[in-house]
């Protein structure tokens, strides 16, 4: 993949397909102004807590921007591959947004809701999960470098070097993370954690907005000297 000019990175989508309708349309405008050189990165969490989790992954499977695309993982993929591997995992899923992702598979909710099968729920799910979403979920990366960023979905444990760092810190790790002011090599750009606006600090930069809530997608425009952020 060649250098790209431009890095476009959007926070956690969180089944909001309205919202990541809207962040398709605005990388395409900002590519036709500012030229195609670029890439696209979504950090993880497209799933659960809103209501279209299954449209956000039809949609990006077929990666809609006008760009390379890289795809990160989030806690709420590895929730969601833990339910179906241990039904046992249920009860903490549904608590974290669950439900929601199954109801837009079309998974009959009333036993669950009330605590009931889970093994069966799994059961239900797997045969309702397109292969292609199945496939795409087990391909995401837990993180990627490019230039100056080092991309992940919640962020690094202070210490370790980039290219040791454990998997569950970069789908999990939030206060020691957050409350670092340590040099960690790049700039880290992740989501995980809500915040009212984005975060740009030196060394990491926060773009979880809390879309599912808010209604406000967050994507960074990055480039080797300055951070910008679309309109969407």
């Known amino acids: 993949m060649a250098a790209p000019d431009r890095i476009y990175a959007i926070g956690d989508i969180h089944g909001r397909l309205d919202l990541l309708e809207r962040a ?10 500012n030229g195609p050189a670029a890439l696209t990165i979504t ?26 695309y890289v795809a990160l993982r989030g806690n709420h993929e590895l929730m969601f591959e833990a339910f179906l591997a241990d039904p046992k995992s249920g009860p903490f899923w549904v608590r974290q947004g669950g439900l929601e992702t199954m109801e837009s598979y079309g998974v009959a909710l009333g036993p669950l809701a009330r605590g009931a099968d889970f093994a069966d729920a799994a059961q239900r799910l797997r045969a309702a999960l397109p292969a292609a979403h199945s496939d795409f979920i087990h391909s995401l990366k837990t993180s990627f470098v490019r230039g100056r960023y080092f991309f992940c979905h919640a962020g690094v444990r202070p210490g370790v070097p980039l290219d040791r760092q454990d998997e569950e810190d970069l789908v999990w ?32 930069i926060g773009i979880d907005t809390g879309a599912f809530a808010t ?13 910008r952020f679309l309109t969407i």
């Open 24 to 33: 398709i349309a605005a990388i395409h405008r900002d590519v036709a102004d």
């Open 173 to 204: 790790i939030r206060d020691e993370f957050l409350e670092s002011r340590a040099d960690f090599g790049k700039i880290v750009v992740h989501g995980h954690t809500p915040v009212a606006e984005p975060e740009v600090l030196p060394n990491r």
């Open 43 to 68: 950090v993880g969490d497209y799933i659960d807590r809103g209501p279209q989790s299954r449209g956000v992954l039809d949609r990006l499977i077929g990666n809609p921007f006008p760009t390379p």
């Open 215 to 227: 209604g406000r997608l967050t994507c960074a425009a990055l480039d080797e000297r300055d951070v």
